[in-house]
């Protein structure tokens, strides 16, 4: 017991704590990154926010009000962006990502969220008493339970994704948070690991082939039924096509945004971590586990897979200039120039 109670007595909450300075921040664990107008923004453990402004030639760290591990950013603007992670955090930057405040953690959004639910009574039926149920237990051992991704429309209104299907919107910047755990049909409160929107819809990608698209009337998300048996791990798309990618190199297709979906065949069958759109008419790039960049054309058919040479537990990808990535991985954060690729594999074109 004196053991026990010393050791609570040294605990000091990473909610509470800086980020500490780190050196060669460029080889610390990344887990995403995003642009920033010209600038890049990337996350990672223990609370780490390093920024480039050529392009990821260069990194340093910005200020981080939390210890705590963060897994995604998003920048709607080149000034205001968003970044969450463990410990149900949320950071908000209003100045391209050198400065971050803490807009909410787990602590605040447990009474928040229970608060929320608890004064809703039976008569709004049986989602809102389901959601209510899920949220109490979600937050009964802590704070802990974290936001794995986030994105913005605009600098207004955005989503926050969460473990156990945790899900809320903001219509104020961030202001404040309702949780909307009520309003997706997601029975088995399986994990939402990514949130993105595709021109006008917006997908979420989750746990054993399920995925959600924002309904027509914007107030809830549906379930989309996949032949995916595994995890989804992201969603990217443009105006003819939207890929969901996941679980053992699993890659799947959608012509109709979102209503069918066909498998890739070919893709290499390690586990795909990330993706983006290059532009409208240049297709998509996706990164894997293996440390490969999986190249497609705009019509998501055909795709080349680059040996990038930097490692291998690649996290996160965005394109920088033509035909040159960013790419952060458990190794940190590096370049890779398409000029100077060695292809591991082609699929020819149907």
Do not use: C
């Not at 899920?134 to 794995?148: I, K």
């Amino acid at each position: 017991m004196l053991v026990s109670s010393l050791a609570l007595a040294d605990f000091k909450d990473p909610l509470d704590l800086p980020a500490k300075s780190q050196l060669n921040i460029e080889d610390r664990p990344l887990i995403d990154v995003a642009k920033a107008g010209e600038n890049l923004v990337a996350v990672g453990a223990r609370g780490l926010i390093a920024m480039s402004v050529n392009n990821g030639g260069t990194w340093a760290q910005a200020q981080s009000p939390v210890q705590s591990d963060l897994v995604a950013v998003d920048f709607p603007t080149a000034s205001e962006g968003w970044a969450v992670g463990h410990d149900g955090v949320i950071l908000h930057s209003s100045d391209g990502g050198a400065t971050w405040e803490k807009q909410l953690d787990g602590r605040k959004a447990k009474s928040v969220f229970n608060e929320f639910y608890d004064a809703r009574s039976e008569e709004d039926g049986p989602d809102m008493a389901a959601a209510q149920e899920l949220t109490a237990l979600n937050y009964r051992d802590g704070p802990s339970l974290p936001f794995l991704d986030v994105w913005f429309q605009d600098e207004k209104l955005g989503y926050i994704t969460g473990a156990f299907g945790n899900l809320a919107i903001t219509r104020d910047g961030g202001e404040t948070w309702e949780p909307w755990v009520h309003r997706i049909d997601n029975d088995g409160a399986y994990h939402l690991n990514s949130i993105q929107g595709i021109g006008a819809d917006v997908f979420i990608a989750s746990e054993r082939g399920a995925l959600f698209k924002l309904s027509e009337n914007r107030e809830s998300f549906d379930l989309l039924e996949t032949p995916f048996p595994g995890t989804f791990f992201g969603v990217t798309g443009n105006s003819r096509v939207v890929l969901a990618y996941g679980l053992k190199g699993g890659v799947y297709r959608s012509s109709d945004q979102g209503e069918t979906w066909e498998e890739v065949e070919g893709v290499p069958d390690s586990t795909i971590t990330n993706g983006t759109r290059l532009s409208e008419k240049d297709g998509f790039v996706l990164v894997n586990k293996e440390g490969e960049l999986i190249i497609f054309g705009k019509d998501a058919r055909n795709f080349e897979v680059i040996a990038s040479e930097l490692g291998e537990n690649f996290t996160s990808v965005v394109p920088v200039t033509s035909g040159d990535f960013v790419v952060t991985g458990l190794q940190g954060v590096g370049r890779v120039s398409l000029t100077t690729r060695s292809v591991s594999y082609v699929i020819p074109s149907e």
